[in-house]
């Protein structure tokens, strides 16, 4: 009989302590699961924060190369016709015994693109400067899908020298 049983009251109802003897195992997998679920979501957010966190570094070293080359013509402003280019120089190509600062400048600036940007073989990173000295129009383009990004990105500083 259930009356004389230490868990029963004396109307006949069990107790708190005998309703629920702790948690099930189907709890503690629905728990498991769920706190899964929003591991992998903090995962996927870090990713993409990762990635967006180097196409910006890699559109403000961008702007910092822009204006690196930029100052290198200040400094030659008598020749500043000299560091435009006829269509966007992808690789770097040392310059000879007889060459002008223009030409050092600019394989400089180049090669500086590729360490700061991609890597010295990346053929996607290139610069191209026009209109120098009235209206110098400096373009760095690159390859952003890793980061998530286009695959010709193209960053432009206008100025005059």
């Known amino acids: 009989m259930l009356k004389n049983h230490p868990?029963?009251?004396?109307?006949?109802?069990?107790?708190?302590?005998?309703?629920?003897?702790?948690?099930?195992?189907?709890?503690v997998l629905v728990s498991v699961v769920v706190l899964a679920i929003g591991l992998l979501g903090v995962a996927a957010m870090q990713s993409i924060?990762?990635?967006?966190?180097?196409?910006?570094?890699?559109s403000?070293?961008?702007?910092?190369?822009?204006?690196?080359?930029?100052?290198?013509?200040?400094?030659?402003?008598a020749n500043a016709g000299n560091y435009n280019t006829a269509d966007w120089v992808c690789a770097v190509t040392a310059p000879g015994?007889?060459?002008?600062?223009a030409?050092?400048?600019?394989?400089?600036?180049?090669?500086?693109?590729k360490t700061t940007m991609g890597n010295t073989g990346d053929t996607t990173t290139c610069g191209r400067i026009t209109g120098c000295p009235g209206a110098c129009v400096i373009s760095v383009r690159w390859n952003d899908?890793?980061?998530?990004?286009?695959?010709?990105r193209v960053i432009q500083t206008r100025s005059a020298i």
């Open 145 to 152: 899908e890793r980061a998530g990004g286009a695959n010709q």
């Open 60 to 77: 403000s070293q961008a702007v910092i190369q822009t204006t690196s080359i930029l100052e290198s013509m200040r400094t030659n402003a």
């Open 49 to 58: 924060a990762l990635r967006g966190g180097q196409s910006s570094m890699e």
């Open 97 to 101: 015994s007889g060459a002008t600062l």
């Open 103 to 113: 030409q050092v400048d600019m394989s400089t600036w180049i090669g500086s693109l």
């Open 7 to 27: 868990r029963v009251m004396r109307d006949g109802q069990l107790t708190a302590s005998s309703r629920q003897r702790g948690i099930s195992l189907i709890e």
